[in-house]
């Protein structure tokens, strides 16, 4: 089966640094990356996917790294601000038609 | 352009009740997925559907859960004789493809208290 895991239960960055979320995965059959959000209250959020056949993808503040040698996945946050604590999760999907098996998730806190 | 809708949000029962949550997936999103989380806890898959069809099952309790997405109406999650321990938050997520091609967009669940 996959397990997913995150490094570390908690984060805490000082507003306007930049943060870095670990994921580590156990099937290296493991082809679709998903980091998600979530806020006290609220579903997960969609923030960035990464495929097996890229290392890097950007978007606005964030980028995702995928090391599929050691499979191992980041997150990282720039300019880290108020609005982006919450807990972050990695999930991970195996073949075409097989459920997204998500991480324990990691509390980001950014102080003033 | 709605997102994926739960209802309702808060569902308290009492044990031995029975509990129902409806999930509409996004317009145009015919795969919906049940999961699970526990407090501090990650989600755990329960189960995947598409019309008409369950897909995988494998995460779905043997006794007292089931799911359905009927052709027209939303997928409902139904659980039987509820126990202290079904109390959690429900999420159904939704995707135009199989999960394997497109991220899942996840409502804001259905937190059930047991009491």
């Known amino acids: 089966g996959e397990s997913v895991g995150l490094h570390l239960p908690t984060l805490s960055v000082q507003e306007g640094d930049n943060s870095i979320i670990n994921c580590a995965y156990s099937?290296?059959?493991?082809?679709?990356f998903i980091w998600y959000k979530q806020e006290s209250g609220k579903g997960p959020q969609f923030i960035i996917d990464?495929?097996?056949?890229?290392d890097k993808r950007q978007g606005q503040r964030v980028t995702v790294l995928l090391n599929k040698t050691v499979k191992h996945l980041s997150l990282q946050i720039a300019a880290t601000q108020p609005g982006d604590s919450a807990v972050y999760f990695c999930?991970?999907?195996?073949?075409?038609?097989?459920?997204?098996?998500f991480g324990k998730g990691i509390t980001l806190s950014v102080r003033p | 352009n709605a997102g994926v809708m739960q209802n309702p949000r808060h569902l308290v029962r009492r044990r031995g009740q029975e509990a129902r949550l409806r999930c509409s997936p996004m317009?145009?999103?015919?795969?919906v997925y049940w999961y699970r989380q526990l407090p501090e806890e990650g989600l755990k898959f329960m189960v995947y559907?598409?019309?008409?069809?369950?897909?995988?099952e494998s995460g779905m309790p043997k006794e007292r859960f089931s799911a359905e997405f009927p052709k027209e109406g939303p997928s409902i999650l139904r659980i039987q004789q509820v126990v202290r321990g079904d109390s959690a938050a429900y999420f159904c997520?939704?995707?135009?493809?199989?999960?394997?091609?497109?991220?899942?967009?996840f409502g804001n669940g259905t937190r059930l208290t047991v009491t």
């Open positions: 997520a939704s995707s135009p493809t199989t999960g394997g091609n497109s991220p899942l967009h």
């Open positions: 099937n290296s059959a493991s082809d679709y």
């Open positions: 990464i495929r097996s056949n890229m």
């Open positions: 999930a991970v999907i195996t073949g075409a038609n097989s459920k997204l098996t």
């Open positions: 317009k145009g999103h015919s795969h």
């Open positions: 559907l598409q019309k008409e069809n369950i897909i995988d």
